[in-house]
């Protein structure tokens, strides 16, 4: 009964390299989210995702990229890390049932891009 | 979009009470509230509907004005495990499934 995980738990990478965050929940949500925590700006939504296959932009996607071929799955991708990348990112997903619902948060994972 | 909290942080002690509030510039459908502990994941407090609803469990209770686009968390009696920060979340009428959070409101609970 894992629920909702996060892998890498921490992770440091340099600036320009490629670096993938993994996102995994065992509930069958239907909708999947990756935000971003930095002091002063709250939980920031990147992107989004309702269905495998279907994704949308959030507030703050420039720099991202997500794919979702499964519904367990939602992989966040930065393709050209920069510094301003340096963040928690928090994965949720939520069954979604009817209008609106909860939202289940990962534990997390701590990025710093030197 | 993002909405805005007030205040920014707070301080307690143990038994007294403390109201977080929340404001959107857009018309709301829906607002959320998280708690999310220091080092840990945000944790699902209430989802506000309806203009004008008020829900709440042990002494801790939201209300949310449709008509004025604002939500207030309360709570009462604060116990030293109420320290956290709180966000509310808002959905607008116009943006479907999508929830966008404020910056937080940190409080602390001294004993």
């Known amino acids: 009964d894992a629920g909702i995980t996060q892998s890498p738990r921490y992770k440091i990478t340099e600036t320009g390299r490629q670096v993938t965050l993994m996102c995994h929940q065992t509930?069958?949500?239907?909708?999947m989210f990756w935000y971003r925590q930095d002091l002063g700006h709250g939980l920031r939504l990147i992107y989004y995702?309702?269905?495998?296959?279907?994704?949308d932009k959030g507030e703050v996607p420039d720099g991202y990229v997500v794919s979702r071929s499964k519904t367990e799955n939602f992989p966040l991708t930065l393709e050209s890390a920069t510094r301003s990348q340096t963040s928690v990112y928090f994965c949720?997903?939520?069954?979604?049932?009817?209008?609106?619902?909860?939202?289940?948060f990962g534990p997390g994972t701590r990025l710093t891009v030197l | 979009q993002q909405p805005v909290q007030s205040p920014q942080a707070v301080i307690l002690r143990e038994g007294e009470d403390a109201v977080i509030n929340c404001s959107s510039s857009k018309a709301l459908y829906s607002v959320h509230w998280y708690r999310q502990k220091h080092g840990e994941a945000p944790v699902f407090l209430m989802i506000?509907?309806?203009?004008?609803e008020q829900k709440g469990h042990d002494k801790i209770s939201a209300s949310f004005n449709e008509k004025k686009q604002q939500s207030s968390l309360y709570l009462t009696a604060s116990q030293l495990s109420y320290s956290g920060t709180y966000f509310c979340g808002t959905e607008m009428k116009t943006s479907y499934d999508k929830v966008i959070f404020g910056p937080g409101t940190s409080l602390s609970v001294i004993p």
């Open positions: 506000l509907l309806k203009g004008g």
């Open positions: 509930w069958s949500h239907s909708y």
């Open positions: 949720a997903s939520s069954p979604l049932r009817g209008r609106t619902d909860t939202q289940y």
């Open positions: 995702s309702a269905a495998a296959d279907i994704t």
